[in-house]
């Protein structure tokens, strides 16, 4: 039985907030976690800006791809992160639900988007120190 909790990071696209948690719970927790992440309608592909950032990390996610959230996805996580409040997801989480508001970062270029990334990284600090 897997007893690393999962942690699942929904954003609208899966593309950029979504992306970013994961990236960060993977950087700042290493194995203490399982982290995932999906979208309401997933776009072609990973927000290269919010890639470029996490690359400032020394981390590579412009190999991911973005998908859809499934209930299956839900069923199987420990923790359900909302990157923005009042999302419809397709069934009700098993796990706790955390609902954050963070911008869409589509448009913007890496230097808007490293302060998301340092916020984004201080409610995950959080998350760990909880657990």
């Known amino acids: 039985m897997n007893t ?5 990071f929904i954003c609208q696209h899966n593309a950029g907030r979504s992306q970013l948690g994961a990236a960060l719970l993977e950087h ?18 990973v927000n290269p800006a919010v890639a470029a950032t996490v ?11 973005p998908r859809a959230v499934t209930v299956q996805d839900l069923d199987d996580a420990d923790l359900v992160v909302l990157m923005k409040p009042g999302l419809e997801l397709p069934s009700t989480p098993r796990g706790e639900v955390l609902e954050w508001s963070f911008p869409n970062p589509e448009a913007w270029d890496a230097d808007a988007v490293r302060p ?16």
């Open 55 to 65: 690359a400032e990390l020394g981390m590579d996610i412009t190999d991911r791809t």
């Open 28 to 45: 700042l927790a290493g194995d203490r976690f399982t982290a995932t992440s999906a979208g309401l309608s997933p776009a072609d592909e």
């Open 4 to 8: 690393t909790p999962t942690v699942l």
């Open 116 to 131: 998301l990334r340092e916020a984004v990284s201080e409610k995950i600090q959080a998350v760990i120190i909880a657990r």
